[in-house]
């Protein structure tokens, strides 16, 4: 009867043992995702302000003279509609020791623009997604006044053109 009661406490503990790596496996893995998540989360919101703020937005004294000579459609309001934003995984990045993600946003406007103004519009929207990411992970030191490219505990984040439909 003893050898019985042994043999139970062995499995028990065995089963234990794996159960508790299992655990870890699951949190690591939830932590990668929930980092994901949180700067998903951020791209939406740097969008959205993006789109806001850019007939409205305040620029350098060059680019306010460039956009007053050629794009002067950008100081009139104008409406942006943000069709989807997706990122893709890029793999490991030697560079930073870091996996690299790339985020792209699908828009579309009614507005007629140019090829340049629709360039322009787009990198405002790319920049505010970029710095709502380093201001959710509180990196806004190290990365530069562009905001490309901005860092995670486990990820670097840059973004392709925006893609007008």
Do not use: C
Not at 7 to 19: M, N, P, R
Request: aromatic share 14%; charged share 20%; hydrophobic share 40%.
């Amino acid at each position: 009867m003893k050898d019985n009661k042994g043999q139970i406490s062995a499995e028990f503990l065995f089963l234990f043992g794996v159960l508790i790596i299992i655990v870890m496996l699951s949190i690591i893995f939830a932590a990668n995702e929930n980092e994901l998540n949180m700067a998903m989360a951020a791209a939406k919101n740097g969008v959205l302000e993006g789109i806001t703020t850019s007939s409205s937005g305040i620029y350098p004294t060059e680019t306010f003279n460039d956009y007053s000579i050629t794009k002067t459609n950008l100081f009139q309001p104008y409406s942006v509609e943000i069709i989807n934003i997706s990122y893709n995984d890029l793999g490991y990045d030697t560079n930073y020791d870091k996996k690299r993600i790339q985020f792209k946003v699908y828009a579309k406007t009614s507005d007629r623009f140019t090829h340049d103004e629709l360039t322009s519009i787009g990198d405002r929207i790319n920049y505010n997604l970029r710095k709502s990411i380093a201001i959710s992970f509180n990196t806004t030191a190290s990365t530069n006044k562009l905001y490309n490219p901005v860092f995670s505990n486990h990820y670097v984040y840059t973004t392709a053109n925006v893609k007008w439909i």
